[in-house]
């Protein structure tokens, strides 16, 4: 790896498993000396764009990950609660994310939003909240909430999502380092080990399986109507 490579985390604080990844980040950093660029995205975008349920939306995996979350907290020592309310709307939490902050403040903003949601069961759509998390973490609340309604900041998030599409990002959180992508927490031993230059595939293996032409021998049919 260069020295400052950056490592591009799209994130959306709906997802427990965009908080579990963003608070091992910086250890990442130090080890590995690339430079984090957080990105906020909307996650129910990322959906609609590829045709997905959430996994809130698919009960089994939803009591699936719930546990699956929990132990991972748990192994890391993150403080962990259920969230107030889930699924909700993210719009003004991403939006303050993505105003024009220098790195360390906006650090701090993405870490309070996080705690706010996934720790300290906050509702971050209420604006009050936002300014809150926002003075705590040394910004003017009020001023960047006034100004994530601004038509340029809502366009920037759909922008912002728009772009993680085209770059292959389908869920949260999804890291990007030297245009290898990353999905989820439980890739991280996959990356340090390609960030450590040791990674168990090579480009040789990779253009060989791309080569490959795979064909469908069969179509998916509808197992059950869903109820209206």
Do not use: C
């Not at 698919?58 to 546990?67: C, T």
């Not at 309070?112 to 009050?128: N, Q, T």
């Amino acid at each position: 790896m260069t020295a400052n490579d950056p490592l591009r985390f799209y994130f959306d604080y709906i997802s427990n498993n965009a908080y579990i990844a963003w608070t091992q980040l910086a250890r990442l950093e130090e080890e590995y000396g690339v430079t984090l660029e957080p990105i906020p995205v909307l996650f129910a975008g990322l959906l609609g764009a590829h045709g997905q349920m959430g996994p809130a939306e698919v009960r089994p995996k939803a009591r699936w990950m719930g546990r699956n979350v929990m132990r991972k907290a748990a192994i890391l020592g993150v403080p962990l609660q259920p969230p107030l309310h889930h699924p909700y709307n993210p719009l003004l939490s991403l939006r303050v994310s993505s105003l024009d902050l220098e790195p360390d403040p906006r650090r701090r903003l993405i870490d309070g939003l996080f705690l706010a949601v996934w720790a300290e069961r906050r509702h971050v759509s209420e604006p009050a909240v936002v300014e809150a998390v926002a003075d705590a973490a040394g910004l003017d609340g009020r001023a960047i909430v006034e100004k994530a309604s601004d038509p340029e900041i809502k366009a920037r998030l759909r922008r912002q999502t728009d772009d993680a599409i085209a770059a292959g990002v389908f869920a949260v959180p999804t890291m990007i380092v030297r245009e290898e992508l990353f999905f989820g927490y439980d890739d991280f031993p996959y990356m340090e080990m390609f960030l450590a230059g040791k990674d168990p595939i090579d480009p040789e293996t990779v253009a060989r399986w791309s080569k490959i032409k795979v064909t469908p021998s069969a179509v998916r049919k509808q197992f059950r109507e869903r109820k209206s």
